[in-house]
T-cell receptor
Framework: DAGITQSPRHKVTETGTPVTLRCHQTENHRYMYWYRQDPGHGLRLIHYSYGVKDTDKGEVSDGYSVSRSKTEDFLLTLESATSSQTSVYFCAISEYQTVGAGYTFGSGTRLTVV | AQSVTQLGSHVSVSEGALVLLRCNYSSSVPPYLFWYVQYPNQGLQLLLK??????LVKGINGFEAEFKKSETSFHLTKPSAHMSDAAEYFC???????????FGTGTSLTVIP
């Protein structure tokens, strides 16, 4: 999607290794989110950020950490990857925290933990 | 708390037939409702949204949805399916002070030629 880029697009990693996914935006939006998408579960929020160095946990945050040192970048780190973290990860951005704005999503990162 | 339920994880329609994807919501506050579409290997794209204005909302690609408070529903419809409509569709709800959306589990739409 225009204005939001995720990298890498695909990654295969081994169990126990750390992994960092990057979300980069050019929209100067304040709010950024990391979701994971799994069959039968839809999208579930991992972490979100409401400003530089301001982050909070979502419903499935265990095993994940995030950092946001600049407005445009939001990093998701799997401290020690497990097979249960095999998923498609989506970053989203929004200009307003509350209603009506909707989110803009990146194209996703497909992560496989072997 | 807010949540959404999408009835039917898979829906198949013939090309040219009516598309009806069901979404029911639960919300303790006036909800804001959204439909997103996801094409293969892509991110989610906003189709339409309800934010307490008109109850019948028109979106992109000929889709529309009607907010029915009495039925707590926000079903997505399109009069005539096109092959290009084949995708995954997600309903989502947000409260008026929400810092996140709550997504349904998705409905995969297949269009049969």
């Amino acid at each position: 999607d225009a204005g939001i880029t995720q990298s890498p697009r695909h990654k295969v990693t081994e169990t126990g290794t750390p992994v960092t996914l990057r979300c980069h935006q050019t929209e100067n939006h304040r709010y950024m989110y990391w979701y994971r998408q799994d069959p039968g579960h839809g999208l579930r929020l991992i972490h979100y950020s409401y400003g530089v160095k301001d982050t909070d946990k979502g419903e499935v945050s265990d095993g994940y950490s995030v950092s946001r040192s600049k407005t445009e970048d939001f990093l998701l780190t799997l401290e020690s990857a497990t097979s249960s973290q095999t998923s498609v990860y989506f970053c989203a951005i929004s200009e307003y925290q509350t209603v009506g704005a909707g989110y803009t999503f990146g194209s996703g990162t497909r992560l496989t933990v072997v | 708390a807010q949540s959404v339920t999408q009835l039917g994880s898979h829906v198949s329609v013939s090309e040219g037939a009516l598309v009806l994807l069901r979404c029911n919501y639960s919300s303790s506050v006036p909800p804001y409702l959204f439909w997103y579409v996801q094409y293969p290997n892509q991110g989610l794209q906003l189709l339409l949204k309800y934010t307490s204005a008109a109850t019948l909302v028109k979106g992109i690609n000929g889709f529309e949805a009607e907010f029915k408070k009495s039925e707590t529903s926000f079903h997505l419809t399109k009069p005539s399916a096109h092959m290009s409509d084949a995708a995954e569709y997600f309903c989502a709800v947000s409260g008026n002070t929400g810092n996140q959306f709550y997504f349904g589990t998705g409905t995969s739409l297949t269009v049969i030629p």
